[in-house]
């Protein structure tokens, strides 16, 4: 099955820049869209921004200016570089991959299980 795990969150000030990794496994044979999402504590869970399989990148009007998406198919990698971080930026961010083309056909909404960012003095 396909596994995504995420890395590189932590605590920093207010202003300062994080940048997040997520590592995919498995029999893939291609990965589709993917993105970034992150949850507060009590808060639903939010779309940050995404990634079309050719590297088109979209945002949230949140953090569109401030963060960048990327991804490095050969080494199955996505990443989130994060600048100009806000204590509203505080969650815990989730890498998605919404359609991957495994050996064993197609897998569909797949997680990873999150890494934690503070922002905070």
């Known amino acids: 099955q396909v596994q995504l795990v995420e890395s590189g969150g932590g605590l920093v000030q207010p202003g300062g820049s994080l940048r997040l990794s997520c590592a995919a496994s498995?029999?893939?044979?291609?990965?589709?869209?993917m993105g970034w999402y992150r949850q507060a504590p009590g808060k639903q869970r939010e779309w940050v921004a995404g990634?079309?399989?050719?590297?088109?990148?979209s945002y949230s009007m949140s953090v569109k200016g401030r963060f960048t998406i990327s991804r490095d198919n050969a080494k199955k990698t996505l990443y989130l570089q994060m600048n100009s971080l806000k204590p509203e930026d505080t969650a815990v961010y989730y890498c998605?991959?919404?359609?991957?083309?495994?050996?064993?056909?197609?897998?569909?909404?797949?997680w990873g299980q999150g890494t934690q960012v503070t922002v905070s003095s």
């Open positions: 998605n991959a919404d359609r991957v083309l495994t050996a064993r056909g197609f897998e569909y909404n797949c």
């Open positions: 498995g029999s893939i044979l291609s990965t589709l869209g």
């Open positions: 990634i079309t399989s050719s590297g088109g990148p």
